[in-house]
């Protein structure tokens, strides 16, 4: 299973970017699907996840700026940046965990896109 994340890119504060992830191989079922970020020098966290069914859980730093979605039948997921600020600045890494078609569990990331917040 292998996630190709892309989107990242320079935004100015208040703008808006878009960050899309797409998952590929042979895949039964995909759990969840989520978003993490790891800023310079510091750990990795999660900012957003979206369940199989559509229920989300965000980061409180990006509540109500962020949104994620996912398109099953395509297996994407993404992320809506809306008003991010430079402490936002930071490699994206998208992330999935489902089963594949030999019914093994698996947890799989994408190779990061670095989103830079500034003027």
């Known amino acids: 299973v292998q996630l190709q994340a892309s989107g990242g890119g320079l935004v100015q504060p208040g703008g808006s970017l878009r960050l899309s992830c797409t998952i590929s191989g042979s895949i039964f079922s995909i759990a969840a699907m989520s978003w993490y970020r790891q800023a310079p020098g510091k750990q990795r966290v999660l900012v957003a996840l979206?369940?199989?069914?559509?229920?989300?859980n965000y980061a409180e730093a990006v509540k109500g700026r962020f949104t994620i979605s996912r398109d099953n039948a395509k297996n994407t997921v993404s992320l809506q940046m809306n008003s991010p600020k430079p402490e936002d600045t930071a490699v994206y890494y998208c992330?999935?965990?489902?089963?594949?078609?030999?019914?093994?569990?698996?947890?799989?990331w994408g190779q990061g896109t670095l989103v830079t917040v500034s003027s």
């Open positions: 979206i369940s199989s069914g559509g229920r989300t």
């Open positions: 992330n999935a965990v489902g089963v594949n078609e030999f019914k093994v569990p698996f947890e799989s």
